[in-house]
């Protein structure tokens, strides 16, 4: 089993939190627009874009939640 170096962990957490909250964002407005609460794209009132949204809000979570866990 490998060892991680404290370094490579900060490294791989921070970038985690970052994909993480990056995640959750994009999904957001992918879901507010698939449902069509946010207009002015070729995504507004598609359902398919609230769904790929939702899936984004979840394994942006599990980033985020994965990353909290990590230990430095």
């Known amino acids: 089993m490998a060892v991680?170096?404290?370094?490579?962990?900060?490294q791989?957490?921070?970038?985690?939190i970052v994909l993480g909250v990056l995640l959750?964002?994009?999904g957001c407005v992918w879901i507010l627009q698939g449902i069509n609460v946010?207009?002015?794209s070729f995504m507004t009132?598609?359902?398919?874009?609230a769904v790929n949204g939702a899936i984004c809000v979840v394994i942006g979570l599990l980033l985020l939640v994965w990353a909290s866990r990590l230990r430095s």
């Open 38 to 40: 946010l207009p002015g």
């Open 12 to 16: 791989m957490r921070i970038g985690s």
């Open 45 to 49: 009132g598609q359902t398919k874009w």
């Open 24 to 26: 959750l964002l994009v």
């Open 4 to 10: 991680v170096s404290s370094h490579s962990a900060i």
